[in-house]
């Protein structure tokens, strides 16, 4: 009996996607060479090599590296235009993805304060606005993600921002990064308390390289809606019942999880997505970065139900979780419009707007 396939028409909501791992290399191959970075192969095929997975397994801090050229490439206001309206167009174009959310960290290119800050966030919104305006089909969303290896100090200005820019499209605030043995999750509560009473919503990675006691921490000091990967929860009951009973949903992202080798085999990527169904945790499918990669979202549906971790009924209910989870429709919008009359009228002034600094 054929396996049931997801109509291609149907729209797709997408909640973790970073904007380092998600333009085309060719794209970011004309954005360097348009911005006269020196890259280390005048190859393009050596270059997409260079920023891209493909079907190699790498470790997770070799996945993390690869950031580092892209983050260099988009690091001016004119790149970080180009780089969020290719993503949210091209997802729609190929993935027929309606509702996304792009992360990514401003402080990360802003050549390290050589770059206002203010620019670099006014350009985000500019491009998310130009792909709206060019795709009234799509609703997206830019959340800011602080990082474990900064300092309390560039995190508490990065989430600032966030709240400065929450009428302008930020709808959220995550935290992500390498393992940094002195981060601790408690030290962030009061930080992320001023976040959620600003409106804004909370998605914070954990469970991905730590294990389910990283997951019952994040949890208990900053009330996250929603926690990015978080598979390692399967591991520990008492902590998938927080999940449960909290209405938390993991942002599960299959094809990264095995490529860094966070988790090592379909078999156990299998073993944890059941264990966690099973046990009423809610979970909507991501991609992390498609094109870093080079799996889309509906590549990733594909590949789950190939190798049986989700029924297609299941799938579909991940689906259902995604549009509901996200935090597009509750972003604030000024006047409350929120007709798409309204929308427009925000949108449009949002491209004249010409920021202060």
């Not at 960290?105 to 203010?118: A, V």
Request: with cysteine; hydrophobic share 45%.
């Amino acid at each position: 009996m054929p396996r049931p396939k997801l109509d291609p028409r149907t729209p797709l909501t997408e909640l973790h996607v970073h904007l380092g791992a998600a333009v085309t290399p060719a794209i970011m191959w004309g954005i360097a060479h348009a911005q006269g970075i020196r890259l280390p192969t005048k190859d393009y095929w050596a270059f997409r090599d260079l920023i891209t997975v493909g079907r190699k397994q790498r470790s997770f801090q070799a996945y993390l590296d690869l950031f580092h050229w892209t983050e260099l490439i988009q690091s001016s206001p004119i790149a970080v235009e180009r780089s969020v309206y290719e993503v949210i167009g091209g997802a729609y174009r190929k993935n027929n993805v309606t509702r996304l959310e792009l992360r990514f960290n401003p402080m990360k290119r802003n050549r390290g304060g050589e770059q206002d800050l203010d620019h670099i966030i006014a350009a985000a919104v500019r491009g998310m606005d130009r792909a709206v305006l060019e795709y009234p089909q799509v609703r997206a969303g830019l959340i800011f993600c602080l990082d474990r290896a900064f300092s309390f100090e560039l995190n508490e200005i990065i989430a600032a921002k966030a709240i400065a820019w929450r009428d302008r499209g930020v709808v959220a605030v995550d935290i992500a990064g390498p393992v940094e043995p002195s981060f601790r999750f408690a030290d962030y509560a009061g930080l992320f308390g001023q976040v959620r009473r600003a409106g804004l919503g909370v998605t914070v990675h954990a469970g991905e390289t730590g294990g389910p006691e990283e997951v019952r921490q994040a949890i208990e000091a900053l009330e996250p809606t929603r926690i990015g990967h978080g598979v390692k929860a399967a591991l520990d009951t008492r902590v998938m019942d927080m999940l449960r009973e909290r209405g938390i949903v993991l942002e599960v992202c299959v094809s990264s999880n095995l490529n860094t080798r966070v988790v090592r085999s379909f078999a156990e990527m299998r073993n944890l997505v059941r264990r966690l169904t099973d046990h009423g945790v809610r979970i909507a499918l991501s991609t992390d970065g498609p094109e870093m990669l080079r799996a889309y979202l509906r590549d990733e549906i594909a590949t789950v139900l190939r190798h049986d971790i989700l029924t297609f009924e299941e799938v579909v209910r991940s689906l259902e979780t995604a549009r509901e989870a996200s935090f597009v429709d509750r972003a604030p919008v000024p006047g409350g419009a929120r007709d798409g009359a309204g929308s427009r009228r925000r949108r449009d002034a949002a491209i004249a707007l010409e920021v202060e600094v």
